[in-house]
């Protein structure tokens, strides 16, 4: 069958070259910007496991059909487009971007095509709003919901081989379509869970909220497991042990943030609000975690006793989690303003995020950006580690300390063992640790 | 800098002021029998000559009782006694204060900038204070743990609270254009009734203190300072050097003294000997209201003040709202025998304006020695009460209404409320401020015309009557904002210098409140282990044994 994919998200990226790969020809029309950029590099932006490698075969076999034009949707006048649509269009879009989604939606509409997918993470109810809106202009596509629940590390497994899929639909035929379509991902046990478009885009909603309320009750725990003077690692595990908690989603930490994950939980608190259901729970689960993010400076705080003026910090990671390069909403982001607001001379290392940072950090202050960990480090009053990059798991310990000015270490991740750390002559914090 | 020394002040035409004196009581004569109904049906043009506007201030002077010739007549009082002079000895940094050697300069604090380069510790004081607002707004003032500051608490007495706490609460919906500002605490009272409620709520890592006193000697200050300073150092047993770094700040004129309490240098404002401690909301002691209004809001409060002060200086007499305000005071006090003036905000937010009135008035010109160091024998400052005015009317207004006391009111209010927001939401607010205008102009009514601004016939019972006749000004500002508000306090500011240059009076010391505190001081030895009371009148004594005794 012929796709469009619209949208520069991962979903967007895994759900076209899954498509693609099960034999559709897929035609993915990217908006300018890094991950369009990075195509035309021949790169993938998006550090996910098999996914650089399956973009680049479905390219090779010409049945992913990379383009960075528009397909002559932006007319108002009810000109004849450039391209007429395939048959199936889907909407990845980034979140906010409904106005997009809705001009889609019409060309959709006009050329008649026979399925709408919408994968876009907007708020509850918009996919029966594009739904309507199609209604209204008299055009018969119907319009499904079929949320990205993608595990952030394992993408593209996650959709090929899902452990449950949702999709929000109210047509018959045009769910006899969806299932025709996900069929190779569906075949073990039927995994796909149909309800109303409203009733999907509220459960993937209700999962992200739920996810941080794990992860803020964990923070909130290690602040108890400081003042015991226990290991929060320990209580972890043995939580994650009973069966009716399990693992994911109980690390303590500096801060969940990105682009995803946290914005949900932020949309899904403003949609309690605005249906005045009140939303004291994930309020206090979001409050604590902008507290979170500011957790290493505070122990940095602490240390130098509020004396911190022209002192050196190092970061080790900016962006929101290993293998991405985004920072937005990340704790990075809130340490380096802590840390500028007090007169702190900020370094920073990172594989991948260091372009984006800089780009968030213009007009606002200065960082020195760095290469190499090691010279970020140098002369340093404290190490900060923001990110659990692999590469920052085993340090040659000598060489930071004689790196460091100070050796202090402010582990935000955890990832470090204090006891080892310490006999090797530092200093360390982590979270929830004494 | 000084070209009135306080040993050159300006003089007084004593022959011209006799003369006007005598002008003024003979035409008060007449002007006790008039009714302020008769100037209305006599004059359809009364308000056009009888009001005035500046600065977004209009004022309505037709409800006094007086007419244009009267203003003539007590401008050549304001002639006699050096009024001019006086003003330029002000502007020009003379020692108007004379008892103390001092300059009054508060309206230097509301200059614009100097050039960077030249010497202005003015504007290095409020870049000071801007550094400190934008990293309490930004969230990046840090407690002693590296907590963001949520919660600020002004500690000062007399100008170091009331001018503060009154601006703040006036100017509280104008918010800062960045950043989030702080919950903001006012603490006075040496009894500690009110910070011991607030240091229950507070949370000690989130919390900062300023303290204000220009003299940092103020008991009331210090004694609350200490209760703070020790709930902190309780908190934080560990982090003693960090928790007067992190959670104090010191506005005064006194840097030894903020240093020698524990004050950081870094966290120091200055203002200066030359600005009185009831005049100083402008300087850094303005600091709350910074944090309430952000810097350019309360830059615009300064603006507002600025353009006040250059009206006073320049418009003629006759259309000067400050030299008119004043002159109208004294008609009524000095002349008209009217010993009480009732201030009247009709609008909720200014409700701390009669007491910040009350203090720069009371205590600017509540005096009795002149010039020359001899009693006057005329009345000075009036007694000055008030209370917001809706609120008043069903406390004291029946005292105005049908009382025995000539009272003279002030009416207060905001022509229009500015509101941001959805304004179908807001439409029965809208409808509130102008059911409070319409009470504000019906009382003022009511108080002048009596029962002629009844439609009933004649034979109402005597305790229905209204008898009318009490006068009134009346002061719209455009719009309560930083701009206007600045305005309106500059306005009584000069008014009660006006006022102190025709009772020949220093309106810039305080030294009936001096007394009080030295004595208080004794009187502690006397409580504590009866030290001294021999000594006492005996109702004192009498009273301090019997506190005493429910003591032990």
Redesign the interface.
């Known amino acids: 069958m012929r796709i469009d994919m619209f949208g520069d998200t991962l979903c967007a990226m895994v759900t076209a070259a899954a498509f693609a790969q099960s034999g559709h020809r897929v035609r993915w029309w990217l908006p300018p910007g890094r991950v369009a950029r990075a195509l035309d590099d021949g790169r993938v932006l998006y550090q996910e496991p098999g996914l650089a490698e399956l973009v680049t075969a479905q390219r090779r076999a010409g049945r992913l059909d990379c383009r960075t034009d528009e397909p002559g949707l932006a007319d108002p006048n009810g000109e004849p487009a450039v391209s007429e649509p395939a048959p199936v269009v889907c909407l990845a879009l980034q979140p906010g971007d409904q106005d997009r989604a809705g001009h889609l939606a019409d060309w959709a509409g006009r050329g008649g095509a026979r399925l709408l997918i919408n994968q876009s993470v907007f708020p509850v109810g918009s996919t029966e709003e594009l739904q309507a809106r199609l209604r209204e202009q008299g055009a018969a596509t119907p319009v499904v919901c079929l949320p990205d629940t993608l595990q952030e590390g394992m993408a593209l497994s996650s959709f090929t081989r899902p452990h449950h899929l949702l999709l929000g639909c109210d047509d018959r035929e045009a769910e006899v379509l969806m299932r025709e379509i996900l069929r190779p991902y569906n075949r073990r046990r039927d995994v796909l869970q149909v309800m109303q478009p409203r009733e999907a885009e509220f459960t993937k909603v209700a999962i992200s909220g739920m996810l941080a309320t794990r992860l803020s009750y964990m923070n909130d725990m290690a602040l108890l497991a400081e003042e015991l003077g226990v290991d929060i690692d320990v209580i972890r595990q043995g939580v994650g042990s009973d069966p009716r908690i399990g693992e994911a989603y109980l690390y303590a930490g500096c801060g969940f943030g990105g682009p995803g994950f946290s914005r949900d939980v932020m949309n899904l608190t403003d949609t309690l609000r605005r249906r005045r259901v009140g939303a004291e729970l994930l309020e206090q689960v979001l409050q604590i975690n902008e507290r979170q993010k500011?957790v290493l400076?505070?122990?940095?705080?602490?240390h130098y006793?509020?004396?911190v003026d022209r002192r050196r910090v190092t970061l080790w990671g900016a962006a929101f989690k290993p293998g991405s390069d985004r920072v937005d909403n990340g704790p990075a982001l809130r340490l380096i303003?802590?840390l500028w607001?007090?007169g702190v001379d900020v370094h920073v290392h990172d594989p991948l995020a260091l372009p984006e940072l800089a780009a968030w950090a213009r007009d606002k202050g200065t960082l020195t950006l760095h290469d190499d960990p090691y010279d970020a480090a140098r002369d340093s009053d404290a190490m900060m580690l923001v990110t659990e990059w692999k590469a920052y798991w085993g340090p040659d310990w000598d060489d930071l300390k004689a790196a460091m000015r100070t050796p202090l270490i402010l582990d935000g991740r955890n990832i470090y063992d204090p006891a080892y750390v310490t006999r090797q002559g530092f200093t360390y914090y982590g979270i929830g640790r004494s | 800098m000084n070209a009135f020394p306080s040993h050159q002040l300006p003089l007084h035409d004593a022959d011209a002021e006799r003369d006007a004196d005598q002008a003024l009581r003979e035409h008060a004569g007449q002007a006790r029998h008039w009714h302020l109904a008769d100037l209305f049906a006599g004059d359809p043009e009364r308000f056009q000559r009888l009001s005035l506007s500046a600065c977004g201030l209009l004022a309505d002077f037709s409800k006094q009782r007086l007419d244009p010739a009267t203003l003539d007549k007590l401008r050549g009082l304001a002639t006699a006694r050096g009024l001019d002079a006086w003003m330029r000895c002000l502007f020009e940094g003379g020692e108007v204060n004379w008892t103390e050697g001092r300059a009054a300069m508060h309206w230097r604090l509301r200059e614009p900038d100097r050039a960077e380069g030249e010497d202005d510790p003015v504007r290095d004081q409020l870049a000071r204070m801007e550094r400190m607002v934008t990293r309490i707004l930004s969230g990046q003032w840090r407690g002693c743990e590296g907590d963001a500051i949520t919660d600020v608490v002004n500690m000062g007495v007399g100008g170091s609270d009331l001018g503060p706490l009154m601006a703040s609460v006036a100017l509280h919906e104008h918010r800062p254009d960045r950043g989030k500002r702080p919950r903001l605490h006012f603490v006075s009272s040496m009894d500690g009734s009110q910070i011991a409620p607030l240091l229950d709520e507070l949370n000690p890592a989130t919390t900062l203190i300023v303290l204000s006193s220009k003299s940092f000697t103020t008991v009331d200050t210090l004694s609350n300072a200490a209760t703070a300073r020790y709930w902190l150092e309780q908190a934080f047993p560990d982090r003693n050097g960090a928790v007067l770094r992190c959670h104090f700040i010191g506005v005064s004129a006194m840097p030894e003294r903020m240093s020698e309490w524990g004050i950081h240098e870094d966290n120091q404002l200055l203002f200066w000997e030359w600005v009185g401690g009831r005049y100083s909301l402008w300087s850094t002691i303005g600091l709350p209201i910074a944090l309430t209004i952000g810097m350019d809001g309360f830059r615009e409060l300064l603006a507002g003040a600025h353009d006040l002060d250059r009206h006073f200086r320049e418009a003629p007499w006759e259309a000067n709202l400050p030299v008119l305000m004043g002159l109208i005071d004294v008609w009524n006090l000095n002349y008209l025998d009217i010993t009480a003036r009732a201030v009247l905000p009709y609008d909720g937010r200014l409700k701390h304006w009669p007491a910040y009135v009350e203090q720069l008035e009371m205590e600017s010109n509540g005096k009795s020695v002149d010039r020359d160091g001899e009693l006057v024998d005329y009345h000075t400052c009036p007694v000055i009460w008030g209370e917001v005015g809706p609120n008043a009317q069903h406390a004291f207004y029946q005292l105005l209404h049908q009382g025995t006391q000539p009272v003279a009111c002030e009416f207060i209010a905001a022509a229009r409320h500015g509101r941001n927001g959805n304004s179908a939401e807001l439409q029965p607010l809208e409808e509130q401020h102008t059911l409070t205008l319409a009470n504000c102009l019906a009382q003022s009514r009511l108080l002048a015309l009596g029962d002629r601004a009844l439609e009933e016939g004649g034979d109402t019972p005597a305790y229905k009557r209204y008898r009318g006749n009490q006068p009134s000004t009346t002061l719209l500002m455009d719009e309560l904002t930083p701009y206007h508000l600045g305005a309106l306090v500059a306005l009584y500011e000069h008014k009660v210098f006006v006022q102190a240059v025709l009772w020949g009076i220093n309106p810039f010391d305080q030294w009936g409140v001096e007394m009080g505190k030295k004595i208080a001081k004794d009187m502690i030895r006397v409580l504590e282990n009866g030290e001294g009371s021999d000594g006492l009148d005996a109702s004192t004594r009498a009273l301090a044994g019997y506190v005493r005794q429910q003591q032990t």
Not at chain 1, 297 to 302: E, G, H, I, P, V
């Open positions: 500011e400076f505070r122990k940095f705080w602490r006793e509020g004396e303003e802590a607001a007090q």
